[in-house]
């Protein structure tokens, strides 16, 4: 099956710090989604992004399909930014997605 | 909408015990999910269903059964639990937009405890 595997694993920030996350796979794919996880367990959608780049706010994606990595960029970081933000991959099926192991962000004030 | 819920919230089974955990979204998606996730593990699929009638198992199936009857309803049950089996489980739905993007939505979680 298709592996995932997102770096750095662990990542603490001051306030106001950019960041930079990566995803990378092991074969091709027709589906990558981010996630953020809040303190409190909450999974929530941020980009739908198989290939190309989109921006939301002060978070912005880029995936280079041919090359099997995606980015997520983080900038002017908050404290409510914190969590763990998962990368998911899917080939085809619908409702089938293969996650990463996650990058714990902590944003200390 | 309520999106995407999930009961009971947290449960406490002992070893050998049955119990049903209940998904219910009011989406109209076509595409449910469910996934566990254990500490250091990100999430892990379990099941999932592409439409009512049609389900398939993901990387983790074992000692899990579902079924949709509905569109709405995608119910994991747990046969005979196992301390194995103490874990968070998320469910989720998504639907196949006009520009093919597919996108899910997750459920709050339900907390469980296998002693």
């Not at chain 1, 921006?55 to 990595?69: D, F, I, P, W």
Request: with cysteine; charged share 15%; proline share 5%.
């Amino acid at each position: 099956g298709i592996q995932v595997e997102q770096s750095p694993p662990d990542l603490i920030l001051q306030e106001g710090a950019n960041s930079t996350l990566r995803c990378n796979f092991s074969d091709s794919v027709n589906n990558l989604q981010w996630f953020h996880q809040n303190p409190w367990g909450q999974l929530i959608n941020l980009f739908y992004i198989p290939s190309g780049t989109k921006q939301n706010g002060r978070l912005s994606a880029t995936t280079v399909a041919t090359e099997r990595y995606s980015l997520l960029y983080i900038s002017s970081s908050q404290t409510t930014d914190s969590g763990v933000y998962f990368c998911a991959v899917g080939r085809n099926q619908g409702g089938k997605l293969i996650f990463g192991q996650g990058t714990e962000l902590s944003v200390k004030p | 909408n309520a999106g995407v819920t999930q009961t009971p919230k947290f449960q406490v089974l002992k070893t050998g015990q049955s119990m049903t955990l209940q998904c219910a979204q009011d989406m109209n998606h076509e595409y449910m999910s469910w996934y566990r996730q254990d500490p250091g593990m990100g999430l892990r699929l379990i099941h999932y269903s592409v439409g009512a009638g049609i389900t398939d198992q993901g990387e983790v199936p074992n000692g899990y059964n579902v079924s949709r009857s509905t569109t709405e309803d995608f119910p994991l049950r747990l046969l005979s639990a196992a301390p194995s089996q103490t874990s968070v489980y998320f469910c989720a739905s998504s639907y196949r937009a006009g520009d093919n993007q597919e996108t899910q939505y997750f459920g709050p979680g339900t907390r469980l405890l296998v002693l």
